[in-house]
């Protein structure tokens, strides 16, 4: 084995709870956004508490190719970023990094308000299911943008006449179509009306951001934002709201391994209702000024039915890790995927360290699905308890990935799992975490 895959394989004896104190950063899916959000004005940017993770880095290095200066104080959280001479990227050099992430997308409408233009590569990002850019771009032009797909080596988005205000509906309230369309009205000519628009609290932290900026938006309990487009914008200094799919993920790991955790930064807002399952699941925990703690009491953890959803439903990034907890609960649990198709691929090694998942077609529970009749595996049947035995795993996904380190951490005996290096897009310095937490692994 070469040097680089015994790096990305984590050795690890299960079997042992987990306790102890960890801090938790800025949200993943916030933080990056922010950073493409620091483009559309000239001047400086100030983003704090701000997570290592490879994301951020890829995003710098993006930037940096557009002629942004970069400057990341892993150490301390903050990024400043330097938006004052913005240039066009080589192609060949953006798309060395398009596999990276899907954040290039989010570079267009700053891009074609700055210079007039954008390139987007292909798209990279985990395999969990499809994830369309068609709303992203179907956003753009009706901004007004020419969208060229045919480019040999990408998209190539051009405004000649600028990007003016429209009314856009989401036919689904995607993330990455509502930030594209936040990112883009701004600083378009007129009014923007935005319906069907995703609402979670990393969208809202982006929002913050933009008004900071000098963005005139507002937003109405039927998901829909209203933009007045203004002439410019300005840098901002903003601190990042916390990583709650970080947060709950360690929770489920206490529950697993029978643990206690102290996560110190986890906020209880933007994560009650992941608290209510927790709590019906059997798990407790006590809300601080400083953090959540999370433990597993004792005793029998109860089963659960849980429907994930957009935001505030329950969040599909944190039923993976749930499930490995799920594993160990005293009865039958019944878990309907209804954002992502592929979301269960994570759970074949579970079942072969001894888990008993049974996944199906059909919706197991009552909340509208995108894949009705589609001949996706979206719903899944757990039964438990069952006793989990180490073994090799290929890490499928970034919280797939997660999901296996807590399993593996909660089997008994030894477990390699191969691919870390994609857990480390999300999770700073989690072997630092474990290693604080007790784990046993190298």
């Known amino acids: 084995m070469v040097k680089d ?6 050795h690890v004896e299960g079997g042992k709870p987990l306790n102890g104190t960890i801090k938790v950063r800025g949200a993943k899916n916030f933080v990056s956004k922010a950073m493409v959000a620091a483009l559309l004005a000239p001047g400086k940017s100030v983003l704090k508490n701000v997570p290592e993770i490879r994301d951020v880095h890829v995003v710098s290095d993006l930037l940096r190719l557009h002629g942004v200066t970069v400057d990341v104080d892993g150490a301390n959280g903050i990024v400043t970023i330097d938006a004052s001479h913005v240039q066009l990227a080589d192609v060949a050099d953006v798309d060395t990094l398009s596999g990276s992430s899907r954040i290039p997308i989010l570079f267009s409408g700053p891009l074609v308000h700055r210079l007039g233009e954008a390139f987007i590569p292909a798209l990279g990002g985990c395999n969990i299911g499809g994830r369309p850019i068609d709303f992203h771009l179907e956003t753009l032009r009706k901004l007004g943008a ?19 205000g429209a009314k856009i509906h989401l036919p689904y309230p995607s993330v990455g179509a509502t930030e594209q369309t936040l990112l883009a009205a701004v600083l378009a000519e007129g009014k923007t009306e935005l319906s069907g628009a995703a609402i979670e609290p990393e969208i809202m932290d982006l929002v913050a951001v933009l ?5 005139i938006i507002s937003v109405d309990v039927d998901r829909t934002f209203r ?7 300005k840098g901002f200094t903003h601190t990042s709201l916390t990583d709650r799919i970080e947060a709950a993920s360690w929770a489920s790991a206490a529950l697993a391994t029978h643990g206690d955790i102290f996560v110190k930064g986890a906020t209880q807002p933007e994560m009650m209702t992941f608290l209510n ?14 953090g959540i703690r999370f433990w597993h009491p004792g005793g029998d953890l109860h089963p659960v039915a849980i429907e994930t959803d957009v935001h505030p439903g329950f969040m599909t990034d944190w039923q993976q890790p749930l499930v490995v907890a799920l594993t160990q609960a005293n009865g039958l649990s019944i878990v309907h995927e209804t954002v992502y198709e592929n979301r269960f691929g994570f759970t074949k090694p579970l079942v072969q360290m001894g888990a008993t998942i049974q996944l199906y077609r059909e919706c197991l529970g009552s909340l509208p699905c995108r894949f009705q009749q589609r001949n996706y595996k979206h719903s899944a049947v757990i039964f438990g308890p069952t006793p989990l035995t180490g073994r090799d795993i290929d890490v499928p996904d970034l919280r797939g990935g997660f999901s296996h380190l807590i399993a593996a951490l909660a089997a008994k005996g030894p477990s390699n799992v191969q691919g870390i290096s994609l857990i480390d897009r999300g999770y700073a310095d989690f072997r630092g975490k474990l290693a604080a937490l007790g784990a046993d692994f190298d």
């Open 5 to 10: 895959q015994q790096e990305d394989v984590l």
């Open 227 to 233: 933009i007045e487009g203004v002439k410019e914008l």
């Open 211 to 215: 008004q900071k900026m000098g963005a």
């Open 146 to 164: 020419t969208v060229d797909k045919e480019h040999k080596d990408g998209i190539h988005i051009s405004a000649p006449d600028g990007l003016h």
């Open 277 to 290: 399952v927790f709590r019906k699941v059997g798990g407790e925990f006590d809300v601080t000024d400083k």
